[in-house]
């Protein structure tokens, strides 16, 4: 099961180091080794949070989301982003910006980093949404009941998370844009940059988001007539295959998964530059990284771990409110990708160990319950 579902990442793994050699000899090898792991750090909380959409889909698109996904992933975000973003600020063409990537790494990191202000207000206000829509959903398993049952409460409010968020970016683009971090440790006004970046990563959730809300819902509809045809199957012995989202349903769903991976690869690919400014070697690493993160969606999928593990996608979306904090105060400031790792890898941890507690709680209660079942008389 770890090989066939961790075989890609395997390959990969092998072909990109033996690319780093090749490229930058044992000295590019520890670079894609270190890049990789970051990667696999900071982005776990995302593999968590895919799993959980994920596996509402069928298996052709779960296919689909590890092949072509992981092309948007590993040359879309990993390799092409940073090039059109220093495109952009620099207002040069593509090939000029490869160019200046390849022959002035220095030049090419500078403008990255300039672009970091509108980069995270994107990212950090997508994310927020997302954490936002967590806390106001009324679930029936919570975690951190004393936080989540009066927010579930207050969730009834309509578009209270959009006014959440956009009074979050009024005060980021005050506070933090106004004196945003630049290259080299000046400062300069970027206020108004970070309020279109923030406004344009809400409408980027709200639109995404909202068509796969809808074609899920549209699904569910059909969902009721399928559950009468299955109870019929079941009266008359036939298999029943669980329902997955397909057709546009499972579209929209797998575009906002690769909405999200990309919100969720901002602070890998930023970090990223930290280490090196060599497009390459960050291609390479990060690239490896985003494998290691998809097998692991689908491997969390395939053995139902978060059915197991009730609170794995709470820490998880906790984490992800967690990232866009820091997003938003990195306009700012600068803030080590360590810290960021850590906090998700941390709330996961504690997830887990607390998923682990409730599954013996039950354990025990139910042995329990069968305990008292058995010593009552058969006549009572």
Known sequence: MVLKTFGWSFAVTALGLVAAVLYGGWAGFGVVAILSILEISLSFDNAVVNAGILKKMNAFWQKIFLTIGILIAV?????????????ISAKIGPIEAVDLAMTDKDHYQELVTDAHPSIAAFGGMFLLMIFLNFLFEDREIKWLTWIERPLAKLGRVDMLSVCIALIVLLISAMTFGSQAHQHGGTHADKAETVLLAGIAGLITYLIVGGLSSFFEDKLEEGEEREHEAEEEAKRQGKPVSAVKLAGKAAFFMF???EVLDASFSFDGVIGAFAITNDIVLMALGL???????????????????????????????????????????????QISEMITGLIGVVLIGVSFWSSVRRNKR????????????AEIPSGV
């Open 75 to 87: 040359f879309g975000m990993r390799l092409v982003f940073p090039v059109v973003i220093v495109a």
């Open 255 to 257: 575009l906002y998964l």
């Open 287 to 333: 690239g490896i990284g985003a494998m290691y993160v998809r097998s692991l969606t689908v491997y969390l999928v395939r053995e139902g771990t978060l059915d197991d593990y009730v609170y794995l996608e709470h820490g998880a979306h906790y984490a992800i409110g967690a990232l866009a904090a820091i997003l938003l105060v990195t306009i700012r400031f």
């Open 362 to 373: 039950l354990a025990v209660e139910g042995g329990e319950d069968s305990k008292d079942k």
